[in-house]
């Protein structure tokens, strides 16, 4: 739920200052919240969350709303440094929740589990980005799936070789993801040139 | 139906003027035309809509090549108008279909048949622009959802607590929605400033 | 699997210029080389293939590691140009492949088998060109598609009336898309003009 929160909120902001109205930013807001989940439940091939449960999307409209009206205020430097750190937050949950649920259906062990853990975090992300028309992730060197990778590696080999200890594996792997985020946000880090391509003058 | 004729051959002149090949723009068109209801059958779990019923490929297709063929004088100002207005109507009937189906299949009552009528709505055209590289409804303050979202929520209320008035609900849904939507283009409406953030000055 | 390692390549190296990281370059890698066939068993209703086979996605992330690594030897023009033959190959195996596979379910005869075989071999195409900010294919007057429909077309023709020449109708049919595309590689063709809208000066 604090994922779905954030999730709303930064994609509100992220297009606020573009001259939106209070509808297109809550759709926008709603399909970035929701998106990677619908995503990674149609690939799994099991009932779309949010229909079962239907808080969720109250949520996200919720949240959005409330980001739409008070965006001067969110946008303030300090309050948004805050918001960053919640969306960290929201992607280690939504990644080890996606592995951890994708795992227990025994889907496509042990690779499957890792990529549904990218696609559900990022996923939101990226839908945002494309319909906002903004550069994506992928095309930034933003230290921001990364720690995704990381992250859902290891609890996958948790889950394979020490499943008795599913819970601790979960709980250390979702702050790993936030840690190494948390610390990209902080140092502004990205990631090194030895791992980038150059880009051409143009 | 008249929402794929519409949907199919408005994406084609939404694109013809950037020199497009016949083929591109058919498959733009039947992307347009078949997104959101594919999309909307995705979520729901069922058969896709145009497996079942070829009819609404084959009228998609023979819409986009009529378009091209004819794409000089479609655009021409009176009848482009008129074909903003099978779009208002294409729409109607899309949300109202769409809200209706999720809502006979038990799916996520009351807020996820609303979510679907406008996904169902407004996806292909989401998908239209991002295929074009144009800027896409959200980022826009046109009135477009904000109708289908009055309409369907209407609907949805009919739905739960007059079920006896179904038929009536759904016609008198869809023509609020095509209403709004002929008004919106008539009178040129856009969202008013108070529903809206200030574009920042670039 | 040779379809994959091209659409990973290739996709990879199309982005390289631009100053991607690693990570980013293997998902764009990825998503590219599955993302049409993924679509297409969305749509078909069935298991995403290459949950019951991860072989795909090893040979999907492998084949972008190798292409981050070596991009600046493989946009060297001569094998750049191998790399677009290797991804014509490609569209066609995954055109046929699709095609057959939906007719073999039945699903949605005969229309519904050509329309997967176009958003097999080209869907992948089409989330890369979005995920990179570039204008995608359905926009350029390149003889991309043309040959995916020509071939598909004349493969459910054969299924249809020639059922037991069914492995000569595939090899055919995929030689012909793949002969069809090469020619247009070699002599640089395009879609002809009395095919194309013209583009309105700007």
Chains 1, 2, 3 share one sequence.
């Not at 998106?35 to 999307?57: K, M, N, Q, S």
């Not at 709303?65 to 430097?77: E, G, H």
């Not at 792997?173 to 090194?192: D, E, K, M, Q, Y």
Request: glycine letters at 12%; proline letters at 4%.
């Amino acid at each position: 739920m604090a994922g779905i929160v954030a999730f709303a909120v930064t994609a509100v902001l992220a297009v606020a200052s573009k001259g939106i109205d209070l509808f297109g930013a809550v759709v926008l807001g709603v399909i970035t919240a929701t998106g990677g989940g619908t995503l990674r439940d149609l690939v799994l091939g099991v009932p779309i969350f949010w229909a079962t449960d239907l808080d969720y999307i109250w949520v996200a409209i919720a949240a959005s709303v409330v980001a739409f009206v008070a965006n001067t205020l969110l946008t303030r430097k300090e309050i948004y440094a805050a918001l960053l750190y919640l969306d960290g937050a929201g992607v280690a949950l939504f990644a080890i929740q996606a592995a951890g649920k994708a795992w227990g259906l025994d889907f496509g062990r042990p690779l499957a589990p890792v990529i549904l853990g990218i696609v559900t975090a990022i996923g939101g992300g990226l839908l945002r980005d494309l319909l906002a028309g903004r550069p994506n992730l992928l095309m930034t060197r933003e230290l921001y799936a990364t720690p995704v990778l990381l992250g859902c590696t290891g609890y996958v080999l948790i889950l394979q070789f020490l499943p008795e200890h599913q819970v601790y594996g979960a709980i250390g792997c979702g702050l790993t993801i936030f840690g190494l985020r948390a610390a990209a946000i902080h140092w502004n880090l990205s990631v090194p040139d030895w791992l980038a391509t150059k880009p051409k003058p143009s």
